[in-house]
């Protein structure tokens, strides 16, 4: 028994879907440091472009992190290509272009480019544009065009759309949950999707060094005087003396922000390059997307993301200063 949902009819959804129809070769890409919405849309999309037989390459810079590789056609993601002008480049999930790392140069020699995405902050780019702000995640918005397509969700395509609705909404924890996003995850359900599978492997599932630096980035979390910022950091050495990667930080950032009397949280972590991925999240009213944009990055009000280099100690000041600024201006409203 399928659940009927209304469609959402969204601006940019028959442009789409047109230059799909036309494109015989496809690239699709997410963004960097992948989460369970980036990765099930890019995979959802993808065994639908194949159910049309597009010839279709998937790619994630960052590739696959271990607690997404139980979904469906993970292993068809690919962290580069060689080929170049596919007729059409689909980027899912990233609110700007240069956030898909290295697979920018293969998107950006393809013939056109279209951009799906429920981030509607940061530097807007694509000949066509499929963004919803209200949607909890770009697997709801990806529901709605494979369903426009003709193409039938089964199984392993509604499973990936689910991934990506239980993650950005934190297993329908968070505000961005609406009724909508309740009737869509009830009818994936109903077309095989296994919720408490996908709970267990994105939230109950990691590996032991990923532990151990969760560890190293709880020993490190600071609040400011008030206690309203909180913020933790995890070092070159950290990842060294672990044995971990990147792709093991995942859902590090909520365990900062669940301190009590929190509003604005951060998450730095220094890469090997010198680079510094920075994780904000906040909650109403405070918006962590014009924090991010002040360093190039994006997202949403309440989680987004940028990145910084030099050193991660002035680092942490300058963007703990920053986020004073953004409590200390919305209150004053």
């Not at 959402?8 to 789409?16: K, L, Q």
């Not at 010839?55 to 060689?82: C, K, M, N, Q, W």
């Not at 807007?124 to 969700?153: H, K, M, N, P, Q």
Request: net charge negative; proline share 3%; with cysteine.
């Amino acid at each position: 028994m399928s659940y009927a949902v209304a469609p959402v009819v969204r601006e940019g959804t028959t442009e789409a879907i047109t230059a799909i129809k036309a494109a015989s070769s496809i690239v699709l890409a997410c963004h960097i440091n992948p989460d369970g919405d980036a990765i099930g849309s890019l995979l959802a999309l993808g065994l639908a472009l194949q159910a049309l037989h597009k010839e279709i390459i998937l790619l994630s810079s960052d590739g696959v992190p271990p607690t997404l590789a139980f979904l469906p056609g993970s292993e068809r993601i690919v962290t580069s290509t060689e080929k170049r002008g596919f007729d059409l480049a689909i980027v899912v999930d990233s609110g700007e272009l240069k956030r898909v790392g290295t697979a920018e140069e293969t998107i950006l020699s393809a013939g056109s480019v279209v951009n799906i995405d429920h981030h509607v902050v940061g530097n807007v780019f694509g000949d066509v544009r499929l963004l919803d702000g209200a949607a909890a995640a770009t697997c709801e918005i990806l529901y709605d065009l494979i369903t426009a397509l003709g193409v039938e969700i089964e199984s392993a395509i509604a499973e990936n759309l689910l991934c990506g609705i239980q993650t950005d909404t934190g297993n329908f924890r968070y505000l961005n949950v609406t009724p909508h996003t309740m009737l869509l995850a009830a009818d994936l359900i109903s077309r095989g999707a296994i919720p408490d599978r996908i709970a267990e492997n994105v939230f109950e599932n990691r590996p032991f060094a990923a532990q151990k630096l969760l560890g190293c980035a709880l020993e490190s979390l600071q609040v400011n005087a008030d206690g309203c910022v909180a913020w933790a950091i995890v070092t070159r050495e950290d990842f060294a003396r672990c044995g971990a990667t990147d792709t093991m930080t995942d859902g590090f950032i909520s365990q900062v922000r669940s301190v009590r009397g929190v509003e604005i949280a951060l998450l730095l972590r220094q890469m090997d390059s010198g680079k510094i991925r920075v994780s904000l999240r906040s909650c109403p009213p405070f918006d962590v997307s014009r924090i991010a944009a002040q360093f190039g990055g994006g997202g949403h009000r309440l989680a987004s993301g940028c990145t910084l280099e030099g050193d991660i100690n002035v680092a942490v000041q300058v963007l703990v200063a920053a986020a004073q600024e953004e409590l200390a201006r919305s209150n004053a409203k």
